[in-house]
């Protein structure tokens, strides 16, 4: 008999080969992949079949969860064009500044109103949590080529950073509301809030550069297999939050600024091929067995 976990991961793998096998059908339509995975999780789970019941609190499914957000983070960072971003740094500023402390306090006060056994501390919490925007959610709008290019780089980089910014705030709430609570560790907001940002940003830089020098210099000697490419960046993904995270900084900050390093230390899109690949030393030039599609960072190899 197969234990609930394994018939867990079938109904789980099922739920991603049904949405990829239409995924192209759902570009440009109101649906996207994060509401069918939702409508499938609600038909499978304890509500309806009864097909998966696992703890949204579970050690499993919180590492699933924060490794899938963190290589959403890196990829989406890794897209943003840096030149255009610095032409438009008051979007995504605005919303961090502005946007983010004002959706605090209306949904403080909406969770005051509507929940009067709250207190203001908890409302504060409420308001916290569901402030900052979903990546994942988000990446509809962010990858959609009708929006604004500004708006789209804008929102990318909010969505990238506000749940550092929120972490900390969360846990001075959280201390306020029960102050026999140790969540903060005894640290001021502003520790906090400094650890957070600062150890996430050093976390994102010394990835971002390894995995981009690994590229680069690996690459070039013909050193790296070209199924390993793909491996690389989601590995960068992971080394930057667990260095983050090592030392209580923000995981997710520290995969959104790696996969800006990657792409400012790669010196170009990683999605986009040259037209003309580079040749090792080691290539024949009467019989190079180069393809015109191969990316940049691709060795020839005798033929």
């Known amino acids: 008999m197969m234990s609930p976990m394994e018939w867990a ?44 019941d696992i703890s949204s609190t579970g050690s499993v499914v919180r590492i699933l969860a924060e490794a899938t ?12 064009d840096l030149g255009h971003l610095r032409r438009a740094v008051g979007v995504p500023l605005r919303l961090l500044a502005v946007g983010l402390p004002l959706t605090i306090l209306l949904g403080a006060v909406a969770a005051a109103v509507l929940f009067g056994q709250l207190t203001a501390a908890e409302a504060v919490i409420l308001g916290i949590v569901l402030a900052p925007t979903d990546a994942a959610l988000g990446q509809a709008v962010v990858t959609e080529p009708r929006v604004p290019q500004r708006i789209r780089q804008g929102l990318n980089v909010e969505s990238g950073l506000n749940d550092g ?18 969540i903060s560790g005894g640290r001021s907001t502003a520790r906090l809030l400094f ?18 020098v690994i590229i680069r210099a690996a690459g070039q000697r013909g050193l790296i297999a070209t199924q390993w490419y793909p491996v690389i960046p989601a590995a960068g993904a992971g080394l930057a939050y667990g260095i983050a995270s090592a030392l209580d900084g923000s995981g997710f900050i520290a995969a959104f600024v790696a996969g800006m390093v990657f792409r400012l230390a790669l010196r170009r899109d990683p999605e986009e091929p040259t037209s003309a690949p580079r040749r090792s030393a080691r290539c024949s030039t009467a019989s190079p067995s180069c393809s015109a599609r191969s990316p940049d960072w691709a060795i020839c190899s005798r033929a």
């Open 195 to 212: 650890e957070e940002i600062g150890y996430g940003v050093a976390g994102g830089v010394v990835a971002g550069v390894a995995i981009a």
């Open 9 to 52: 991961l079938v109904l789980v793998s099922l739920a991603f080969l049904g949405v990829a096998a239409v995924s192209r059908r759902l570009v440009g339509t109101p649906i996207t992949p994060a509401m069918l995975f939702v409508g499938f999780g609600l038909l499978v789970g304890p509500k309806a079949l009864d097909g998966i």
């Open 69 to 80: 957000l963190a290589l959403v983070l890196f990829s989406d960072a890794s897209r943003v």
């Open 165 to 182: 910014i929120c972490v900390p705030l969360l846990f001075a709430a959280v201390a306020i509301a029960d102050l026999e609570s140790d």
